[in-house]
């Protein structure tokens, strides 16, 4: 059972580009989130949904975009990429009452 | 105001000490869940207890036990005779019940190091 996949594991990217961070769960989990955690700090909301077609903002969306199509694929695009978006990128998944299950993060350096 | 708070920074402690994590709760909820993860240095999160509102029976699992008390509004996790292995970041979360939708909190992490 893969749970919650994240790709790429690492990325680097120039000032300006434009990426997409992929997630996919295969647990049929209704709600789906994506945190940033900056060094040394905790996890931050960046986007949610709770449902294919239902997507809705966190603390933190500012440069940030995101679509639910499916129920298993939640992925995150950043556009105009800036320095302050270096960070390591966490998707997760849950049901109705269940603990967050996460995937193993994606690590972006913006330069 | 965080809706989770975890004030210690960083703990030292060494090998087969007791030592215990802070976590305190803010929330209006009646029904609302608490959780521990920890985040070891290769970087993923680990599950490792959810609490409902109406469950305040502490729980031991090993050398781990979890003490929650509404009449405080905390959540605190007690390793027993800790190990090296044990060292990482442990961040405590609170999700409410609202329309049976997840939304997780999370505090800033305590960062756990066990000295040899």
């Known amino acids: 059972n893969a749970g919650v996949t994240q790709t790429p594991k690492f990325r680097i990217l120039k000032i300006g580009q434009s990426m997409t961070l992929q997630c996919a769960q295969d647990m049929n989990h209704n709600y789906m989130y994506w945190y940033r955690q900056d060094p040394g700090m905790g996890l931050k909301l960046i986007y949610y949904?709770?449902?294919?077609?239902?997507?809705d903002k966190g603390e933190v969306p500012n440069g940030y975009n995101v679509s639910r199509s499916t129920t298993e694929d939640f992925p995150l695009r950043l556009e105009l990429a800036a320095p302050s978006q270096t960070s390591v990128y966490f998707c997760a998944s849950s049901y109705s009452k269940s603990e967050a299950f996460f995937g193993q993060g994606t690590r972006l350096t913006v330069v | 105001a965080q809706k989770v708070t975890q004030a210690q920074t960083e703990i030292s402690v060494v090998e087969k000490e007791d030592v215990t994590l802070d976590c305190v709760y803010e929330t209006r909820d009646t029904t609302y869940y608490l959780f521990w993860y920890k985040q070891p240095p290769s970087g993923e999160l680990v599950f490792l207890i959810r609490r409902n509102s109406f469950d305040e029976q502490n729980e031991i699992s090993g050398r781990y036990s979890w003490n929650f008390q509404k009449s405080t509004s905390s959540f605190n996790f007690t390793i027993t005779a800790s190990q090296v292995v044990d060292s990482a970041v442990y961040f405590c979360?609170?999700?409410?019940?609202?329309?049976?939708?997840?939304?997780?909190?999370f505090g800033s992490g305590t960062k756990l190091n066990v000295k040899p």
């Open positions: 949904s709770v449902g294919a077609g239902i997507t």
């Open positions: 979360a609170l999700s409410e019940d609202l329309y049976n939708f997840n939304k997780f909190y």
